[in-house]
C-alpha cells in the first residue's frame, strides 16, 4: 500500500539522509505449500518513488475517488509483474476439460496512495498482456529445467494474446488501536476494494490483526492481485518492528480471465465460483531502511470443478535505496 511519503519531509535528520525510493521485490509461489498448480508463481518489482506528485494523468484518475480530495501531495508507486497459471496435472499433454487454462500475464501498474488518521485509500491502473506473448511457456520450463523437476507439457493449449486493462481502489479503516511505541501492542483493520478490467473484475472486504512490537504505521505487508495489497511503504528509522498479523479476504468474483478464458474468442476456460474466501497469516520484520514479510494463503476453490482448495505463500524484501 503506497502511503504518505511526505511524511517524511517532517521527521527530523530523515528528509536529507534517507535514499529517495524503496525498491521492493515480491515472491508467490505454491512451492511453499509443496504444490505446482493452479496460480502457481507470481513475482513483482516495485519502485515507491521518493515524496512527489503523481503523474498528472494518475492523479486526475484518483481525485475521482473518496479519500483523495483533500490530499496535497499524491506519492505513486511503479510495479512490473509475472503471473502464471497452470491446471491441477502439468504432467498430461492432453488438456482437461474441467480445469483452469495454462495462462500468463506480463503486467505494470501505476499506484498513488493517501494516509489519514484511522485509515488509508488507494487508487491502482494497470496494463498489461496475457497469453503467449507474456511468456509463461519459456519461463515455466527454464525454471523447471534449472530445478530439474517434472516439465510442463500443456503450454500449447494456453490462453490466446490478450491486452489488459484494469482499474482498482482500496480503502482500509482501523477500527480498534492499542499500538504503543517501543511496546507490545495490537491493532484491527477492515479492509475493502473493487477492481474492474478485462482480467479480474471483482469486490473484496476482509479484516485483519496485527500484534507485535513497536507496531509500524502500516496496513499489512504488499501482496499480488487479485488479494487487496498491504503496505509497500515504511519509513527508515533506527528502531526495530515486528509483528504477526492473520486475517481473512471474501471476493464476489464479476471476472478472472485466467479462469473464463479469452473474453472475445481465442481459449475458453471453465466456469468461475463467484464467490472466492481467503485466510492468510504471516510475520512482518523491520529495522533501518530494510523489511522483510511472508504471508501464507489459504485461499477456497476458484472455479467448477477444482479438485480441491490452495494455499501458497508470499514473500516480500523491501530496501530503502
Known sequence: MLVALAALAGQPGLADTSPVSIWMVEYE?????????????????????????????LESVARRFPGFEQAETLPYSLSIGHNIYTPADIVDPKFPPDDRPYAAWLHVKFATGTI?????????????????????????????????????????????????????YDRF???????????????????????????????????????????PDDFGPPRITPAVSGSGYFRPEPTRHWYVYA????????RDLFIEGNTIGGRKGVNVRRMVGEL??????????????????????????????????????????
Open 247 to 254: 486475517g481473512s479476504e471474501g471476493r464476489w468474483v464479476g
Open 116 to 168: 489519514h488518521p484511522g485509515g488509508a485509500d488507494r487508487v491502482r491502473v494497470g496494463l498489461g498482456i496475457a497469453g503467449p506473448a507474456a511468456f509463461g511457456k519459456q519461463v515455466q520450463k527454464a525454471v523447471h529445467r534449472a530445478i530439474d523437476t517434472d516439465m510442463p507439457t500443456g503450454w500449447n493449449t494456453q490462453i490466446k494474446n490478450e491486452p489488459t486493462l484494469l482499474l482498482g
Open 173 to 215: 479503516r482501523r477500527i480498534f488501536d492499542r499500538a504503543e511505541h517501543e511496546r507490545f501492542g495490537l491493532d484491527i483493520s477492515l479492509l475493502g476494494g473493487l477492481t474492474l478490467g478485462n482480467a479480474h473484475s471483482h469486490a473484496s472486504a476482509g479484516s485483519f490483526i496485527r500484534v507485535g512490537h513497536n507496531l
Open 29 to 57: 509461489n505454491d512451492i511453499f505449500a509443496g504444490e505446482d498448480r493452479y496460480y502457481t508463481s507470481g513475482i513483482r518489482l516495485t519502485r515507491i518513488a521518493e515524496a512527489r506528485e503523481a503523474p498528472s494523468w
Open 280 to 321: 492468510f497469516a504471516g510475520l512482518v520484520y523491520t529495522q533501518g531502511r530494510f523489511r522483510a514479510a511472508y504471508t501464507h494463503v489459504w485461499r477456497s476453490r476458484e472455479f467448477e470443478g477444482q479438485l480441491e482448495a490452495q494455499d501458497y505463500g508470499a514473500l516480500s524484501v523491501s530496501l530503502w535505496w
